[in-house]
């Protein structure tokens, strides 16, 4: 009885520190989106797209312009973030190592509107164009 005892916490003291190491091996990417002026973004298309693998992943940010991406592979990233009437957010090359929480806010400008009309006789044409 007292072997067998002996071997379950052996086993028990071997396999422990590789249950814990494995549950680690993913990381946290989060931020928040603002405008230029600082306010809160609410509803934003966030995309987070592997590099390597090209896989995605979206979320849209919450009430507080927050947004958080979990379990996310080591690796290099690309994120995007749009919003109807801002102007679009992309950065490359974002870094995520094991266990961190990497942190990238996200500010963006409303977008510019122009307006073009074009006269001929008979015709108007109106075109709106975002930027």
Known sequence: MNGILKLRFLLAFLLFPALVF???DTAEVLGTARDTTH?????VIVTLINQDAGIQ???ATDEN???NF???KVGRYTITAELAGFTKFSTTDVG???NARQRVDITVSAARTTTRRCYSPGTTT???TQR
Not at 39 to 43: I, P
């Open 65 to 67: 312009g927050n947004y």
């Open 96 to 98: 995520v190592n094991v």
């Open 39 to 43: 306010g809160v973004l609410v509803g």
């Open 70 to 72: 979990f379990n996310v």
């Open 57 to 59: 992943a979206k979320t």
């Open 22 to 24: 494995a549950q680690f």
């Open 126 to 128: 109106t075109s709106t």
